[in-house]
Structures are given as structure tokens and as C-alpha cells.
């Protein structure tokens, strides 16, 4: 995993430098994508990939290379690192200028990097289950772009974390939007609900799948505001992202979920989750 992409070029990582000025140090200003690896094989990377630059067009920033030559460039790097089962991190920025709030010239070219990971399903959890905390949403109102704004995100986590939970989930007033790094849904009469796609969450790769899987499949699944009351007595409730895929949610602020473990509707939800990674990855 020492090799990493930086600007075009691939080197090894202890010989990898951002400048003072990149405007993503400076300012937060770029965007990310993270994308899965299973048996080597990467999975939704056209999505993810699409999303990358979707968000920079919301953003006005311009990435150096086409959307294939830049996916090949990702494949590469992968296969020459031997990832099997992990992630490959991407990162766009504006690029490096001198520092002011307004954008630089147009011949301000982006600065592009790229590294893999080893990362393994977190499969013990995934059986058993996660806790998590609510926390109100602080975050600005583009959260459809990903962006390496993420400070209450951050801040959200840690404040899960420290009481030792897995997840923040996030609610504006008494609306759940979505978790600090995952989107929320929760379960009821059978029916699965999670946020409609606005501005206020983040259109998760996984959360489609999920969509994809549940519309396939017979579930029922509605893009539908919810309360957190609705969440609390809601018969399951689970978070899902690139890294947790389907994790079950058991416990929140110390109340448990339905019966306290992993409902029916979730183990379902993983089970098709886990036949599409291998279909996609044989």
C-alpha cells in the first residue's frame, strides 16, 4: 500500500507533499470519494466515480483528467498495490494559489491525489449490531455535495464516540437526516424508510444499492421524512456506507431498537447486499 497517486504521478507515500497554499488544506475546498475493493475487484465505482464528479460540478472545480482515463489511472494504482479487500481514497482540490476566498484564475490546475487501504468487512458488527447517539445536524445546507467540508460531521462522531457509540445520527429539529458518514433508515410495518435525496443528506453509492436491491426484491422502501420519535419506536434500524455496508443499529441513546437485535428486514437487506458484491466481484 506505499505507492499512492499524487498529481499524475505514482510514488511511494513517505515521498508524497500537498503545498502550504492547496486550497483543500486551506480551505476545505475540494471534494472525496471513497470506493470498496472485494477480491480485488472494485465495486460501484462508476457510481462513486460519477458522484466524483457530479460534486464537482456543484462546486465549480475542474478535474484534471476524463472520467475513464482518470478511472483507469485508480485501477492501476489498485492492482499495483494488490489490494484484495480495502478502499481506494480520492481526493480533488482547487488546486495551489496564493490564499484568498474568491477562486483563483482559470490556469489554477487541481491537484489530484489518490491511496488504497486494507480494510475488512466489519462482519462482528454487522451480526450483532452498533449503538449510536442523536445528535442535532449543524452541517451547511449542501450536504449533497462531497466535499471535504466536514467539521460537524466530525464533530458529530466524536461526540458518539466518546460515549462509545458507533454512529451519530443526525436530525434537524425532529427530522433524521442521515448519520455523520452513512445514511439512516429505519423500519416500520415492513416498510423501510430513509430521507428523500435534497440537499440536506448525501445520496449514498450504498443507499442506492440498497434502493436497487429493495425494488428488485419485493421490499418496500419509501423516500420519506421521519421524526425521532418515529425513528425510537421503529420496529428496526440501520445505517449503511461504503465501510459499514448494511450495519444493523440495536441501541440508540441508550433505548434499544425493536427487540434490541438485528431485525429481520436488515438481515434480509445484507444478505442480498453480500450476493451483489459477489456477483459484481466474480
Same mark, same amino acid.
Given at each position: 500500500?506505499?505507492?499512492?497517486?499524487?498529481?499524475?504521478?505514482?510514488?511511494?507515500?513517505?515521498?508524497?507533499?500537498?503545498?502550504?497554499?492547496?486550497?483543500?488544506?486551506?480551505?476545505?475546498?475540494g471534494?472525496?470519494?471513497?470506493?470498496?475493493?472485494?477480491?480485488?475487484?472494485?465495486?460501484?465505482?462508476?457510481?462513486?466515480?460519477?458522484?466524483?464528479?457530479?460534486?464537482?460540478?456543484?462546486?465549480?472545480?475542474?478535474?484534471?483528467?476524463?472520467?475513464?482515463?482518470?478511472?483507469?489511472?485508480?485501477?492501476?494504482?489498485?492492482?499495483?498495490? %494488490?489490494?484484495?479487500?480495502?478502499?481506494?481514497?480520492?481526493?480533488?482540490?482547487?488546486?495551489v494559489?496564493?490564499?484568498?476566498?474568491?477562486?483563483?484564475?482559470?490556469?489554477?490546475?487541481?491537484?489530484?491525489?489518490?491511496?488504497?487501504?486494507?480494510?475488512?468487512?466489519p462482519?462482528?458488527?454487522?451480526?450483532?449490531?452498533?449503538?449510536?447517539?442523536?445528535?442535532?445536524?449543524?452541517?451547511?445546507?449542501?450536504?449533497?455535495?462531497?466535499?471535504?467540508?466536514?467539521? #460537524?460531521?466530525?464533530l458529530?462522531?466524536?461526540?458518539?464516540?466518546?460515549?462509545?457509540h458507533?454512529e451519530?445520527?443526525?436530525?434537524?429539529?425532529?427530522?433524521?437526516?442521515? #448519520?455523520?458518514?452513512?445514511?439512516?433508515?429505519?423500519?416500520?410495518n415492513?416498510?423501510?424508510?430513509?430521507?428523500?435525496?435534497?440537499?440536506?443528506?448525501?445520496? %449514498?453509492?450504498?443507499?442506492?444499492?440498497?434502493?436497487?436491491?429493495?425494488?428488485?426484491?419485493?421490499?418496500?422502501f419509501?423516500?420519506?421524512?421521519?421524526?425521532?420519535?418515529?425513528?425510537?419506536?421503529?420496529?428496526?434500524?440501520?445505517i449503511?456506507?461504503?465501510?459499514?455496508?448494511?450495519?444493523?443499529?440495536?441501541?440508540?441513546?441508550?433505548?434499544?431498537? #425493536?427487540?434490541?437485535?438485528?431485525?429481520?428486514?436488515?438481515?434480509?437487506?445484507?444478505?442480498?447486499?453480500?450476493?451483489?458484491?459477489?456477483?459484481?466481484?466474480?
Amino acid at each position: 500500500m506505499n505507492t499512492v497517486f499524487v498529481n499524475g504521478e505514482l510514488i511511494d507515500r513517505d515521498k508524497a507533499k500537498v503545498d502550504i497554499e492547496d486550497r483543500g488544506y486551506q480551505f476545505g475546498d475540494g471534494i472525496y470519494e471513497v470506493i470498496r475493493v472485494y477480491e480485488g475487484t472494485t465495486f460501484t465505482m462508476k457510481e462513486h466515480m460519477g458522484r466524483l464528479y457530479q460534486s464537482a460540478e456543484k462546486m465549480k472545480l475542474s478535474i484534471p483528467y476524463e472520467e475513464e482515463d482518470f478511472t483507469s489511472k485508480l485501477l492501476h494504482l489498485i492492482d499495483l498495490n %494488490g489490494v484484495k479487500d480495502g478502499i481506494v481514497y480520492v481526493q480533488v482540490t482547487r488546486g495551489v494559489s496564493a490564499r484568498q476566498h474568491h477562486f483563483p484564475s482559470e490556469d489554477v490546475v487541481g491537484s489530484v491525489i489518490a491511496y488504497t487501504k486494507d480494510f475488512p468487512v466489519p462482519a462482528h458488527q454487522m451480526k450483532q449490531g452498533v449503538t449510536a447517539k442523536l445528535v442535532e445536524d449543524i452541517r451547511w445546507l449542501r450536504c449533497d455535495i462531497k466535499s471535504l467540508n466536514l467539521l #460537524g460531521n466530525l464533530l458529530a462522531k466524536q461526540e458518539a464516540a466518546t460515549e462509545g457509540h458507533f454512529e451519530a445520527i443526525l436530525h434537524r429539529g425532529d427530522t433524521v437526516t442521515e #448519520g455523520s458518514s452513512s445514511n439512516a433508515f429505519m423500519v416500520k410495518n415492513g416498510v423501510i424508510y430513509t430521507h428523500p435525496v435534497t440537499n440536506l443528506i448525501l445520496n %449514498g453509492i450504498t443507499r442506492r444499492v440498497i434502493e436497487d436491491l429493495c425494488r428488485k426484491n419485493g421490499i418496500s422502501f419509501q423516500e420519506e421524512t421521519f421524526s425521532v420519535s418515529e425513528l425510537m419506536k421503529a420496529e428496526e434500524v440501520f445505517i449503511a456506507s461504503t465501510t459499514s455496508e448494511v450495519m444493523p443499529v440495536v441501541e440508540i441513546d441508550g433505548q434499544e431498537i #425493536g427487540e434490541g437485535t438485528p431485525g429481520a428486514v436488515t438481515k434480509r437487506l445484507q444478505e442480498l447486499f453480500n450476493k451483489r458484491k459477489g456477483m459484481q466481484a466474480r
